[in-house]
């Protein structure tokens, strides 16, 4: 459906709809928002998707130069109106945690639900498997629901450093660790079940042990998280800031029939103020290039790749021809 919008926003403008072709990228970026606010991880990982399906369709119709000054103005109007998407953090605080927490019961009813305990985790264990009687004798619901908790704090904290600094190295420590210990309880997860099963232990300590085990391993494969999301919505927003100001230019364009020679040449106009790069202490790039120019932010790592367009270039880019 999305695409259909999209595709026919390009039908629009081509027959001179300029109107028509405006409430479809609209719509677009209403249709993301919507899904914005369901506070789960799966709505909050379509709406970023559809939101970049809008924003790609928008660039693309600034670049057409078939939109007039009045349609332009009244086009960035509209789109500045829209509330912001809704937040990874209340998606991972709200939606995961509650997730998180229902898998829990789920492993503590593994014995008398082995349907659903199964079908949940990917297993095939037979009514009579060993692990599931462990898990029945051994598995301590208060400690587990307390750790649940706390490793869903763990994710909201990691979204807070992400949010602060996208480059943080605790980002990408916090990643590498919960890698490693997926391949590690993957490989090895039943079997080392049935080792605490058969190993002499007091009944307390095998309650410890097996509800520890079992939490890490929810903690690797129940949430659906990771780091590259929250880089997913920050190239977004950096996004958003370049579409915005491709809007200005763009009107410049209608106005007087080319380019400014620089973004301050449109304040105080068509911008406000110099918009700011998100990934960098200055205002955004902006280069004229023969009759088009480029708009762009430098991206996470920081650095001003001139804005060249090639596979492993982090520049988030608008060229307006």
Known sequence: MCSA???????????????????????????????????????????????AIAMATTR????????????IRKFEEAYRSLPRLGSLKDALDLGERMTFLEYVFIVDRAASQRKRFNYTFQLQLAEDHPVLELLDDHFDLNRALTQANAIADQWVGIVQIQNDDPNDERVAAWEKNRDAELTQFNDKMLQNMMALKNEQLPDEQRTRMVTDFWMRWLACMASSYSPST?????????????????????????????????????VPRYLDQMPMDLFADGPLRFHRNGDGCLIYSVGENGIDEDGVKCADQNDLVIYLP
């Open 5 to 51: 919008f999209a595709i026919r926003a390009t039908l629009r403008l081509s027959k001179e709809n300029q109107q028509g072709a405006c409430d479809d990228a609209l719509v677009l970026a209403r249709i993301a928002r919507l899904y914005g606010q369901t506070p789960t991880l799966i709505s909050y990982l379509h709406a970023l998707g559809i939101d």
């Open 60 to 71: 693309s119709m600034l670049a057409s130069n078939k939109l007039d000054s009045r349609s």
């Open 230 to 266: 929250g880089r997913t919505r920050n190239r977004l927003d950096g996004h958003r800031i370049v579409t915005h100001a491709a809007f200005a230019v763009a009107a410049f364009r209608a106005d007087h029939g080319q380019y400014p020679d620089s973004l301050q040449e449109l």
